[in-house]
T-cell receptor, first 111, second 118 residues
């Protein structure tokens, strides 16, 4: 079945450093979504990428979707303590198939 | 954005009893809802897809007789954990698609239900 790998599993950074998490699917995706889950909370939708090679920015967050639509990345510039949480990528193989989640990257930011 | 609620937020039950968890879409009609399970510090694992008016579709390895799903209306899906055991203790999260969302495939997650079986 479809698998979505995500690395790294954990990342500890000093406040102000950059952070990147990578997502790789075993199959081509129709879209990829990114979610953030704070400790004790539930996943909150951040963004969806649909087009091959697409790049989207949200303030300090930059999201990319690979040309082959099998990989994606989330980059945070100059991390802040409010960025702490687990970042999940998730993808659909097609519009009607279930969303498959990566294992997530847990980000810790040291002030 | 769309809102999905879950009830209860926490439940503690004794081994052998059954627990029902409700998932509601508050401001939209959801023909499809999803049930996930999340163990501590792990990812979300899809358990089943709940379709209004029809049988749920269960993922491989999920016992349909143990995790009963009912999607009787366009705003409510329920998950019943029958004859619960300590290994069923987990964080159960539902999500729903808003057909009116501009972004196809976007899912809205409920706040989750933490089940502890003693």
């Amino acid at each position: 079945g479809q698998q979505v790998m995500q690395i790294p599993q954990y990342q500890h950074v000093q406040e102000g450093e950059d952070f990147t998490t990578y997502c790789n699917s075993s199959t081509t995706l129709s879209n990829i979504q990114w979610y953030k889950q704070r400790p004790g909370g539930h996943p909150v939708f951040l963004i969806q990428l649909v087009k091959s090679g697409e790049v989207k920015k949200q303030k300090r967050l930059t999201f990319q979707f690979g040309e082959a639509k099998k990989n994606s990345s989330l980059h945070i510039t100059a991390t802040q303590t409010t960025d702490v949480g687990t970042y999940f990528c998730a993808g659909h193989r097609s519009g009607n198939t279930p969303l498959v989640f990566g294992k997530g990257t847990r980000l810790s930011v040291i002030a | 954005g769309a809102v999905v609620s879950q009830h209860p937020s926490r439940v503690i039950c004794k081994s052998g009893t059954s627990v029902k968890i409700e998932c509601r879409s508050l401001d939209f009609q959801a023909t499809t809802m999803f049930w996930y399970r999340q163990f501590p510090k792990q990812s979300l694992m899809l358990m089943a897809t709940s379709n209004e008016g029809s049988k749920a579709t269960y993922e491989q390895g999920v016992e349909k007789d143990k995790f009963l799903i009912n999607h009787a209306s366009l705003t409510l899906s329920t998950l019943t954990v029958t004859s619960a055991h300590p290994e069923d203790s987990s964080f159960y999260i539902c999500s729903a698609r808003d057909p009116g969302s501009r972004m196809m495939g976007e899912q809205y997650f409920g706040p989750g239900t933490r089940l502890t079986v003693t």
